[in-house]
């Protein structure tokens, strides 16, 4: 599915950009908060998992830069592979 309809390729290798560098440099999120009980936590495999988004965006815009082969199938064969993590 793709969540970045109405997006750019430019913005898409923006934000491709960002989240290769937020997984090469180990970010992580964690925030919370008392009131009302919030609670946030980013982690690797989310970071992952967003730019396995932005890829589908941007094979849908340009195939021959961006093949379907980047992609990682969402099962779980998928999630479990040594590539995944």
């Excluded at 919370?32 to 396995?52: L, M, P």
């Amino acid at each position: 599915m793709n969540y970045f309809i109405g997006r750019t390729q430019e913005q898409l290798e923006e934000a491709l950009q960002a989240a290769q560098e937020e997984l090469e440099n180990g970010k992580q999120l964690l925030s919370s908060s008392v009131g009302e009980s919030a609670f946030t936590f980013q982690s690797e495999n989310s970071i992952k998992k967003r730019i396995q988004q932005i890829y589908v965006a941007l094979n849908a815009l340009d195939s021959d830069t961006y093949p379907a082969s980047l992609i990682i199938p969402t099962t779980r064969a998928a999630i479990d592979s040594p590539d995944y993590r």
